[in-house]
């Protein structure tokens, strides 16, 4: 097993990937910007290196900081986490190249799934359903004209280089194209150092339902499918495990397409394949090669640490596990505590915490950096910290979640705590008759 | 060992003359370590000291444009791109003067009046405070 591995990101994340290092033996390098000297994964790590200051692209983006950091301190493989340089295929080139294992697939792979135009073309030869929308990338406003005309109104302005609902933007009507085609360009050259743009047809009422896999070189198996359609503004709010809207048959097709896609493109580590669900049917939206935020909603029905297999598996480049090993257990949900104003259109909330207690008890999990006095800085994403409850059905999943969230409490700052209280007591979630696009047309303030 | 006090308390002087927490001395085969615990706040209020003074240095005459938001400023929609406004340029009430990233939103901020830019205070990838004066007019 690797002896030293540098977490290359911040957060909760780093401090999940930090704990997974720690149950393996292995030694931890944090690294942070100068404004995350305090924060709780350079706290927990053996290690700590400054990387640079506070703006992503001089600390967190800073490959050249990083591997300095990978040199001064010896570490033998990089976990990138999500976000940041995590789906970045230079990054991961470099550091192989450097005789440094990366922790997740191969730059080549990373590179064709991460180009979201590329990962469509290989999911429809590998018998994915896709998505209409424009053959390849967009490059000008008057391409994109065409495009729209053609697939009509509304359609959906995606980054070939992105994610995480960045660089994304509805366009309803022509006369919005140009500043939100601008935008998008703008915030994708931002966010992904990457302006490619495609253009999608936009579905009104989707559910968001992804497929977690774990692939080593001699097998892939899925950990089944998670169920994330509470969105605002196209990010990710809760999300649950099974999906309570397909049934067995659509399950078993869904999950085994993926396998054998995964399988075929001879894909390493851990990787999600999301896709958008509508009338009874899926259409593949996009593989994310790296762990996602809402992993533990899997590790809690599975039982499998997915943060450790990807470890082993980058280690040993096999997974251990068979597709018997995977047997889900009960209902999982996972509530996302964000800083952030749910009442005035989630508008950041950054501040410091000055009371923080965290709930805790049976089937209840918190993933998180926070602590009493910590400072929650404007610079980076607003996730703080997640909930996940496991209960034996779904019933007992929602108030299992309801008593926790009321035992939370975070002062000095807003959080959207109090919004998943009110989420799990409306009818919509209780019955789950919602799609990705109920939040933000529902009130609840 | 025969301690060396007077080591000892220069060090502690320069402990304090410096504000450090710890010096560790090393002089031929003997070692002094001496440290001390700094309290924090004095820190904190001294940076608000030195922000508060840096604001109040500038002639605020003419009217404020604050940051409705903490975050980081920047003055032009993309990197190298044409900045929103510039001095002596002619504005007009919501048009956007710059943008106020937080938590990886980007907020435009638009002028609450008419105006002519007299003063732009913030400087492009700077970090901005809720409230802090952007820009003035005249």
Same mark, same amino acid.
């Given at each position: 097993?690797?002896?030293?591995?540098?977490?290359?990101?911040? $957060?909760?994340?780093?401090?999940?990937?930090?704990?997974?290092?720690?149950? *393996?033996?292995?030694?931890?390098?944090?690294?942070?910007?100068?404004?995350?000297?305090?924060?709780?994964?350079?706290?927990?790590?053996?290690?700590?290196?400054?990387?640079?200051?506070?703006?992503?692209?001089?600390?967190?983006?800073?490959?050249?900081?990083?591997?300095?950091?990978?040199?001064?301190?010896?570490?033998?493989?990089?976990?990138?986490?999500?976000?940041?340089?995590?789906?970045?295929?230079?990054?991961?080139?470099?550091?192989?190249?450097? +005789?440094?294992?990366?922790?997740?697939?191969?730059?080549?792979?990373?590179?064709?799934?991460?180009?979201?135009?590329?990962?469509?073309?290989?999911?429809?030869?590998?018998?994915?359903?896709?998505?209409?929308?424009?053959?390849?990338?967009?490059?000008?406003?008057?391409?994109?004209?065409?495009?729209? #005309?053609?697939?009509?109104?509304?359609?959906?302005?995606?980054?070939?280089?992105?994610?995480?609902?960045?660089?994304?933007?509805?366009?309803?009507?022509?006369?919005?194209?140009?500043?939100?085609?601008?935008?998008?360009?703008?915030?994708?050259?931002?966010?992904?150092?990457?302006?490619?743009?495609?253009?999608?047809?936009?579905?009104?009422?989707?559910?968001?339902?992804?497929?977690?896999?774990?692939?080593?070189?001699?097998?892939?198996?899925?950990?089944?499918?998670?169920?994330?359609?509470?969105?605002?503004?196209?990010?990710?709010?809760?999300?649950?495990?099974?999906?309570? !809207?397909?049934?067995?048959?659509?399950?078993?097709?869904?999950?085994?397409?993926?396998?054998?896609?995964?399988?075929?493109?001879?894909?390493?580590?851990?990787?999600?394949?999301?896709?958008?669900?509508?009338?009874?049917?899926?259409?593949?939206?996009?593989?994310?090669?790296?762990?996602?935020?809402?992993?533990?909603?899997?590790?809690?029905?599975?039982?499998?640490?997915?943060?450790?297999?990807?470890? *082993?598996?980058?280690?040993?480049?096999?997974?251990?596990?068979?597709?018997?090993?995977?047997?889900?257990? $009960?209902?999982?949900?996972?509530?996302? !505590?964000?800083?952030?104003?749910?009442?005035?259109?989630?508008?950041?909330?950054?501040?410091?915490?000055?009371?923080?207690?965290?709930?805790?008890?049976?089937?209840?999990?918190?993933?998180?950096?926070?602590?009493?006095?910590?400072?929650?800085?404007?610079?980076?994403?607003?996730?703080?910290?997640?909930?996940?409850?496991?209960?034996?059905?779904?019933?007992?999943?929602?108030?299992?979640?309801?008593?926790?969230?009321?035992?939370?409490?975070?002062?000095?700052?807003?959080?959207?705590?109090?919004?998943?209280?009110?989420?799990?007591?409306?009818?919509?979630?209780?019955?789950? #008759?919602?799609?990705?696009? *109920?939040?933000?047309?529902?009130?609840?303030? | 060992?025969?301690?060396?006090?007077?080591?000892?308390?220069?060090?502690?002087?320069?402990?304090?003359?410096?504000?450090?927490?710890?010096?560790?001395?090393?002089?031929?085969?003997?070692?002094?370590?001496?440290?001390?615990?700094?309290?924090?706040?004095?820190?904190?209020?001294?940076?608000?000291?030195?922000?508060?003074?840096?604001?109040?240095?500038?002639?605020?005459?003419?009217?404020?444009?604050?940051?409705?938001?903490? +975050?980081?400023?920047?003055?032009?929609?993309?990197?190298?791109?044409?900045?929103?406004?510039?001095?002596?340029?002619?504005?007009?009430?919501?048009?956007?003067?710059?943008?106020?990233?937080?938590?990886?939103?980007?907020?435009?901020?638009?002028?609450?009046?008419?105006?002519?830019?007299?003063?732009?205070?913030?400087?492009?990838?700077?970090?901005?405070?809720?409230?802090?004066?952007?820009?003035?007019?005249?």
């Amino acid at each position: 097993m690797f002896k030293k591995i540098l977490v290359a990101n911040r $957060g909760e994340i780093a401090v999940r990937i930090i704990r997974a290092c720690k149950e *393996w033996g292995i030694s931890t390098v944090a690294v942070h910007s100068d404004v995350d000297k305090d924060s709780m994964h350079v706290r927990l790590a053996d290690e700590s290196i400054c990387i640079g200051s506070h703006q992503p692209q001089n600390s967190y983006l800073n490959i050249s900081a990083l591997m300095s950091a990978v040199d001064v301190t010896g570490a033998e493989a990089i976990h990138p986490g999500y976000g940041f340089l995590s789906e970045n295929a230079h990054f991961a080139e470099i550091v192989t190249k450097h +005789g440094v294992k990366f922790i997740g697939p191969s730059s080549e792979l990373i590179k064709k799934m991460g180009d979201k135009v590329e990962a469509k073309k290989i999911a429809k030869e590998n018998g994915l359903p896709i998505i209409e929308g424009s053959d390849g990338e967009v490059i000008s406003i008057s391409d994109a004209k065409k495009v729209c #005309d053609k697939i009509g109104y509304p359609v959906l302005i995606k980054a070939a280089g992105g994610g995480g609902g960045k660089g994304m933007k509805i366009v309803t009507k022509y006369e919005e194209l140009n500043d939100l085609f601008s935008m998008a360009k703008l915030e994708a050259k931002k966010y992904f150092n990457n302006d490619k743009l495609y253009i999608e047809k936009y579905f009104k009422n989707p559910r968001h339902i992804e497929v977690q896999v774990l692939s080593g070189k001699n097998r892939t198996v899925h950990l089944n499918e998670r169920d994330c359609s509470v969105q605002r503004n196209h990010q990710k709010l809760i999300e649950e495990t099974p999906s309570p !809207i397909i049934d067995e048959k659509i399950r078993s097709d869904l999950l085994n397409k993926t396998v054998k896609m995964v399988e075929k493109i001879g894909y390493e580590g851990a990787g999600t394949v999301e896709y958008i669900y509508e009338n009874g049917k899926f259409y593949f939206l996009e593989m994310n090669t790296r762990v996602q935020v809402e992993h533990p909603v899997t590790e809690m029905a599975t039982g499998i640490d997915i943060v450790k297999e990807q470890i *082993w598996i980058a280690n040993k480049g096999d997974t251990a596990l068979t597709q018997e090993d995977i047997k889900p257990r $009960g209902h999982v949900i996972e509530c996302r !505590i964000n800083a952030e104003d749910p009442s005035k259109n989630f508008q950041p909330s950054p501040g410091i915490i000055k009371v923080c207690h965290q709930p805790s008890g049976f089937r209840t999990r918190v993933d998180g950096a926070i602590f009493q006095g910590c400072k929650i800085t404007p610079f980076y994403d607003s996730l703080i910290c997640k909930l996940i409850c496991q209960g034996r059905n779904r019933t007992e999943a929602i108030q299992r979640m309801l008593r926790a969230l009321d035992e939370f409490v975070i002062e000095g700052i807003t959080t959207t705590i109090d919004l998943h209280k009110k989420i799990l007591k409306n009818s919509k979630f209780i019955n789950s #008759d919602f799609d990705v696009n *109920w939040l933000s047309k529902e009130s609840f303030y | 060992m025969k301690i060396n006090k007077k080591i000892i308390e220069e060090l502690v002087g320069y402990l304090k003359e410096f504000n450090l927490s710890e010096i560790d001395y090393t002089e031929g085969s003997s070692r002094v370590k001496v440290s001390r615990s700094i309290n924090n706040s004095n820190i904190i209020d001294s940076e608000n000291k030195i922000i508060k003074s840096k604001i109040a240095d500038v002639d605020e005459s003419g009217s404020k444009i604050t940051s409705p938001i903490v +975050g980081t400023a920047y003055l032009a929609a993309e990197p190298g791109g044409k900045k929103f406004i510039d001095i002596n340029q002619k504005i007009k009430k919501g048009q956007t003067i710059m943008i106020v990233e937080a938590m990886k939103t980007m907020n435009h901020v638009p002028s609450t009046q008419d105006g002519v830019v007299s003063k732009i205070l913030v400087k492009d990838g700077e970090p901005v405070e809720f409230g802090q004066t952007l820009i003035l007019l005249k």
